[in-house]
């Protein structure tokens, strides 16, 4: 299968649809846009612990994982798709999804457990997220911020066949994964740490990374990275369609 304007339009709007959805749970149920949200003034660890069970904490995190990074993986698996036969797509995409989505939940262990300790240490202090912001802006300027986008952007040639086709999309999502977390840890915890607007601080942030995504592989050097090409684009999307100018008529 080749590249297919229609079929990726399709595939983009499929993922999109997905997100929307997890998006309109949080908004619904505030609580998810926010592992923990909660004034943990007084309370033992035991206490805060028993309030927020692992399980909750997983299926809020999966939530906001599948309402913040599934636009930017329609690349990855639109990759799959004209990588795999049309019997294997789905099995492909799901075995992807199952990387990716191990990478992130294993680095919320870490994220999660930094939020409850904020929450514990600090209720309602702005210190932790004004600390982690400050750290995601340095990290969205630094090469190593770029390295990682570099990577994200690298797709690995899949096997079309039996086992190894399943092992290869596996790793790949990895791999997509690995990169992914690398390239947004900071911008994911930001909008935890906020004692209130956790909402709006993770849409702020979503669109960040999915702009950032749009940009081309470059040289990892310091500069700020973001809204480039997703800048360009809107300015020629509302500048129109250009008409070509008017021939020179030779004077005689």
């Known amino acids: 299968m080749?590249?297919?304007?229609?079929?990726?339009?399709?595939?983009?709007?499929?993922?999109?649809?997905?997100?929307?959805?997890?998006?309109?749970?949080?908004?619904?149920?505030?609580?998810?846009?926010?592992?923990?949200?909660?004034?943990?003034?007084?309370?033992?660890?035991?206490?805060?612990?028993?309030?927020?069970?692992?399980?909750?904490?997983?299926?809020?995190?999966?939530?906001m994982l599948i309402a913040m990074m599934a636009p930017m993986l329609v690349a990855p698996i639109y990759h799959i798709r004209i990588s795999s036969f049309a019997r294997r797509r789905a099995r492909s995409t799901m075995l992807f999804a199952a990387g990716y989505g191990t990478v992130?939940?294993?680095?919320?262990?870490?994220?999660?457990?930094?939020?409850?300790?904020?929450?514990?240490?600090?209720?309602?202090?702005?210190?932790?997220?004004?600390?982690?912001?400050?750290?995601a802006v340095l990290w969205q300027a630094s090469p190593f911020k770029q390295r990682c986008l570099n990577r994200c952007h690298s797709h690995r040639p899949l096997a079309a066949f039996g086992f190894a086709a399943d092992l290869d999309v596996f790793r790949f999502g990895l791999e997509q994964g690995l990169w992914c977390t690398a390239s947004c840890w900071a911008a994911m915890l930001f909008p935890m740490l906020l004692p209130e607007a956790h909402f709006t601080a993770?849409?702020?942030?979503?669109?960040?990374?999915?702009?950032?995504?749009?940009?081309?592989?470059?040289?990892?050097?310091?500069?700020?990275?973001?809204?480039?090409t997703a800048a360009r684009s809107l300015s020629l999307r509302l500048r129109g369609p250009q008409r070509d100018p008017a021939p020179l008529t030779a004077v005689s």
């Open 2 to 63: 080749i590249y297919n304007a229609e079929d990726w339009a399709r595939l983009r709007n499929a993922v999109f649809a997905v997100s929307l959805v997890a998006w309109v749970v949080i908004l619904l149920e505030p609580r998810a846009s926010a592992c923990c949200a909660v004034n943990a003034a007084g309370v033992s660890w035991t206490v805060l612990l028993a309030a927020h069970p692992p399980a909750s904490l997983a299926g809020n995190w999966a939530l």
């Open 104 to 135: 992130w939940m294993v680095a919320g262990i870490v994220i999660v457990a930094v939020e409850l300790i904020a929450a514990w240490r600090m209720p309602g202090s702005y210190l932790p997220a004004t600390i982690v912001g400050l750290t």
């Open 202 to 228: 993770m849409a702020a942030v979503a669109i960040l990374m999915f702009c950032e995504r749009l940009d081309p592989p470059r040289e990892p050097r310091w500069r700020w990275r973001g809204f480039g």
